[in-house]
Structures are given as structure tokens and as C-alpha cells.
């Protein structure tokens, strides 16, 4: 460190500790009051990636069609599903459901219009809608047509009969849809152009209202989700039922991050102690990293708070990589000061301490800003959670770095010296200098095992994909998961894929022989009479008409074959229906005007609107994906199905959109990729550029980043052969595993620059370093890796990989540094 800025820091810190550790922990304090409004967020927003065109086309079809929260509550009874019994249990849960304030309707085979039980009229089902409950009604028939009916069949009744299912759907919140579509157009004007300085103050507002009333949404919600699980127990003696739905699992994954942080930060701490005690033996020791630990995270959680970061899924681990990277920090300078202490036992206190800053501090500020390099080189990724997470870690780092080298140092110098203390156990020199002995005796063999690791992993990364089911994010005790696998077998698939078709450009420039309506049809004018209700359909609709009914029942028999879609819904789904209702003859434009016209207003929202823009001119073919599929190539079924529409059914390519929550995470798993290369080849450059400046030799550089390369490519490698796709949690390790690695990397080089310079002898030099240095590099490895083992304890399985992985990738890292680092620092000495 520069000397005259090492004296400013002898004058400031080091001679006024008291005024330091008071100044500090108001800084900490101040800032951490703010974690009262520190938010966690689980939406699917929040998983979805920066300005896809997709969102917002998915939104304008949410508009267009109408779409609510909702949840989905499986029953399956213990006696038979159409027992009295049964269905009366069924009515009191309904009953209850509706309790609930927020719930608008439930649905359920109770509700579920009958019209084939015996069968009906078109001009019966215009008087009178009949459904289970109505009195007289034939409870066989009714079973046989659940169990056929082309809209009920695998969407309200399982395939054995055996299950069924209700549809809890809430009260659409005006103000949440206002305030989103209000944010959204700024954010998109912003995308485009220039706001104003209004318009920006009114984003900044609007964000702000968003955020809070997003929260208050949330809260109730959970309490909702809860209300309705006290209520399903009070029927669980009659029948078994899970719940399932968007809010459910947006509930208990905050609910999985509360765990997370709770269990990471309690689970690391303990751990952190235990280690800390373990290793120096001494309360000091203990106690100086602890405070520091402590007071990184309360003022990250403050910090957030104060700018309003929310943490998700992503993120829920930076707690326990902030304690992690601050006790890595305090390892290095306790085993120096340490090291001092052995070499001038009758130095003041005062000196120990500014000779450990003094050594200490450069190498800690560069393995700080290469830690903060990996996580910054997450902001190139375009999935938003993965941003802030980089972010947070940056921020979250630079404040340990300073905590590090101004409370820690303080605290310090209000200790007395130590008394010397030998362990009767140096497990840690004899680790040290195993790791030595192989560097001097076997050399070769070491370049042989690396660079048959090398090999292997080449083959392993080339073998990794990005597919990955939904479903195994979660443990199968979860309820999530269970919840999951029987929606997907029994009521026809869980994630929605929506198929738009457009009418064909050109038919609203053709002639009306073109547009599918026949020139001398007498209902080519007035197509649906005269009423209000039908003023949206005209003669000029491309879609409703009897020549296009066999190309939309083709279509809708299509993807219905794909192994894997479950239920498919559109509007040849009511077409079939309606053709029962006339007598099984088939719908010509006559049979079509009568049916939009005299159907209830209660079928057509039901049958019609959900599949049919009100011009007729889009439809709108619902599907559900069985995400439980292992076969499940989403990428793949996306370009098939815009293939096959074109080829098949000579649909042009214009004319289709392809939208839902299967495109838009098919397109956060897709930038998976290119967000990998991006976060490795930005990390890679920065690291060389930063190695470069710090050691003044391009050959140190090369070296030096060459055993973290190769860490962070055994555990892609290894994931690749295990066929464990990456996610949006295991995107990251790569980086940070280079990051947070490479410390060990600079404080070893570091100190062998020194030790070479004392006798020139390289073979000492590393002898020394081992002994030394290593010491250190093996305890914060140590340390990281069992404290990453921790994360095993997530119900997330995303979560319990990017543990494992990174623990792993430490490991080998260890072993490189300790190894191969120094064999190449021998054999490729320079000039």
C-alpha cells in the first residue's frame, strides 16, 4: 500500500479505533433501520426476461380474452364421485370458498352446464340451464358426460372418474391492472424515446404506487392461500385434495425464501462460529469476524429496503454468500496478523496491526473487485432477478471491503496482544504441505490430471442444455410438486400455451367470394340479425362461418394429438358442443346465426369469448403443456407447431402467435445460453485486464486465471454428464465460482511475488507460500464450501444445485491453487 496513503489510514482508523467502530456502526444502524421495508417477491414477473415483445403481446392477449387469478383445487373422495354424499361435501367446500371476500366464483361440476344428460335443444338450453344440482336430473348420464364431453373430459374430471376438480377464481383488481398497464406504457415510451420530465416524475410515481400496492396484493393473497388450506382440511376425512395455481406458487415460494433466508443466515452463522473456533481457538477471533458479518448483512437488508429491491427466488442466497465473502475477507487478515505475531513477537500491538492492513490490503482490494467483477458481469443477462442479484452482491461486497479494513482493524486495536498458543493438531499444515510435496514430486502428474479434467469437462459442457421442467424445481414432498404431477396426469396439464390465429391478411382487401363468406349468401349482410348482443359479429367475420369450422376442428384435433399437450379448448371445442345441440347435423351459417343469438349470456361467456375476438376475425386455441413430461422439449414443440400450421394447414406465418407462460419461459431458458457465454467472457476479460495491472506481466495473468477456468469448466462439464440442465440459479455459478475463486488465486501469486524476492529460490518460495498463505486459502475455502453446502437445506432444487456445484467448484479450485497454480508459477518462470 502506498505509503502516504497508508499513513491518512494509520491517522484516521488506526489511531482513532473508537471513533471508527462509532462511526461504522452508525453507518450500519442508519441504514439498516430501513430493513422494515425490505420486500421479497416470487411473481412470475419476476422470472420473466428485460422488454420481450412476447410479455407484452401475452398481456394484450390477457386483455383481449379476459383473464383472473385463479387457483385450482383437486378432489379426489374416498366413496364415488357421484355419491350424495360427495357431492354434498362438494357444495359445502364451494359454499365456504365463497366466503372468502376476494373469490368471485367457484366452478365445479356442481356448476357445469349439462346438456347431454338427457340431450337438449338448442331451444331447451335457451330456457333453462340445468346442471348437477337441478332436482330430477339423471346422475349416470351426467357421469357419462363428464367423461365425454369434449370441454369437460380431463378438465373438470379425471380420466378414471375418480377426481375432479374447482376453479377458485378471484375478483379481477382494477387498481393493480390500472397501475401495471399505466407503468408498463411509460416504461415502453421510455424504451423508444426521450420522456419528459412530467412523464418521468409520473414513472417514478407510478413505480413507487406499483411496489407498495404489489405488496398489499401479495399479503392478501397469502392469507387468502391459507384461509383456503385451513378450509381444505376441514375436508380432508372425505376426500384427499391439493391446491394448485399461479398465486399458490407464488405464495410459497416467498414462503421458500423466508425459509431460505431464515435457514442460510441462522445455518451459516452457527456454522461461521463453529469454524472460527475450530480453526484460531481464540474468542477474539470469533467474535471481530462476526461483528463484521453482522453488520454487511443488516446493512444490506437496509439497503435494500431503502432503494426497494425486492428479493427473489435468485437471490434469496445473498445472505449467506455476503457472510461468506466477509469472513473470507477477515480469515486472511487473522491468519496474517497471526503470522506476524510468530515473526516479531515484541512488535506493539499498534504495529501488528498497520503491517497486517499494510500486506493485506491490496491483494484483499483486487480479490474484492474480482468478486464484484463476476457478479457484475450478471447485469449482461436479460432476466431481471438475475440483474438485481448481481447488483446486490456488488454493492453488498464493496461494503464488506470497507467494513473489513476499518471496523475490523478498530476492533482490533482495542485488544491486548495474544498469548502464543500452539495446536496440538496442525491438520491444516499437514494438508498444506501434502499439496507441496505433490507440486515437487509430482509435477507431471499433475498437468496429466488436469488436463485429462480439462478433456473431460470440454466433452461434459458440450452435452449441457437449458430444458428443465417447472415441476423439479420442487422436493416431491411439496405440495407444489404433488399438487403439479396430479394436475398434469389427471386434469390435463398444467402450464398454458395459447395458439392465436389471425385472419389472413388479405381478406380484408378480397372480394367477399374470398372471405370465406359466399357472394350470393343470404346471410352475407346481416349475418347474425339485427341484435346488440351479436353487433361485434358480422358478415365480414373470417373465422365464424361454416367454411372454416373443418379447418379449425383439424387444427384443434392436431394439437390435441401432441404427446405433449393435455386439454386443448378453442372454439371447434364449441362448435362440437353446438352440433350436438342441433340434433349432430352440421353447422351451416344459418345454424350459426341462431345459436350466437339465442345461447345464454352465461354459455357464451363461457364457450364463446374465451375463444373468439368479437369480430370473429382471431382465435384463440387454449392448451395445456404437461410439464411432468420428460420428453418436454419446449424450443422444439414451439417451432413445430408454426411449422406445422403453415405446412398442414397452409395458415400463413403472419397469421400466427404463439403466447402464454410456456413462451415466455421458453424464452427466459433460451437467453440461459447466450447469458452464459456473455457472464464467462466478460468475467474472463475483466479478471485478465485486472491480473495484468495488478502483476505487470501478461504471463502472471495467464497463469493465474488458468485453475479457475478450469474449476468453473469442471462443474459445467460435470453438469453436462450428469444431464443436469442449467437454470436460472445454476446460470450463475460459472461466474461466481471464477469470482470468489480467484481471490485464493491473487493472495497466493501475491504472496509468492514477495517470497521469490527474499532468496530466488522458486521451490522455497512455494514451500514458504504453503505454509503461509495457504493457510489461509485453505480455511476461507473451506469455510465457503461447507457454508454453500448449507443451501442443500432450500426446498428449491435450483437452489440446492447452485450449492452443491458451487461448493464443488471451490473444492477443485482449492486443489488448482494449492497445485497446479504454483507448478505452472515454477515451470513457466520468464525472463
Known sequence: MSEIIMKIYTRTILKHPIVTIILMLCLVIGVGSYARDFRLDASADSLLLENDQDLKYYRSINAKYGSADFLVISYSPKQDLYAPETLEDLGKLSDSLLKIERVATVFSILDAPLIDSPRLTLGDLSKAIRTLETPGIDVNLARKEFQTSPFYKDL?????????????????????????????????????TTLTAAETLQLEQLVSAFDKYSQKVSEQEATDIATIRTIMKQHHAKAELFLGGVPMIVADMISFIRHDLAAFGIGVLVFLVSMLFLIFRRPRWVVLPMLCCFASVAFMFGFLGLIGWKVTVVSSNFTSLLLIITLSLSVHLIVRYNELFAEIPDASQATMVQEMVRSKAVPSIFTAL??????????????????????MMAIGICFSLLISFALFPASLMLFKKPVAFIPKHDVTGFITTICAHWVEHRGKLTLTVFAALVIISAIGISKLTVENRFIDYFKPTTEIYQGMVLIDKQL??????????????????DQPEEKGVKEDDPFADDFFGDEEEDAGLSGSSYWYNSYQIDTLKNIHNYLDELPETGKVLSLATTLTMMQQLNEDLPLDNISLAVIHKKLPKVIKDSLFHPYMSEDGNQVRFSLRIIDSNPKLRRAELLNKIRFDLTDKFQIKPEQIHLTGMFVLYNNVLQSLFSSQIMT?????????????LQFRSLRLAIISIIPNLISAGIVLGLMGLMHIPLDIMTITIAAITIGIAVDDTIHYVHRFIEEIQVDGDYLAAMKRCHHSVGRAMYYTSITIIIGFSILTLSNFIPTIYFGLFTGLAMLVAMFANLTLLPLLLMNWRGK
Open 156 to 192: 373438470l374430471v379425471s380420466p378414471d372418474g375418480k377426481t375432479t376438480a374447482l376453479q377458485v377464481i378471484f375478483k379481477r383488481d382494477k387498481t393493480y391492472h390500472s397501475l401495471l398497464q399505466q407503468r408498463n406504457r411509460l416504461r415502453e415510451k421510455k424504451l423508444e
Open 370 to 391: 474480482t468478486t464484484i467483477v463476476a457478479f457484475a458481469s450478471l447485469l449482461t443477462s436479460d432476466i431481471r432477478p438475475v440483474i438485481d442479484f448481481g447488483w
Open 492 to 509: 390435463g396439464g398444467t402450464t398454458p400455451l395459447d395458439v392465436i390465429l389471425d385472419a389472413d391478411p388479405g381478406f380484408f382487401t
Open 680 to 692: 464467462i467472457g466478460v468475467v474472463f476479460l475483466v479478471i485478465m485486464v485486472m491480473f495484468i
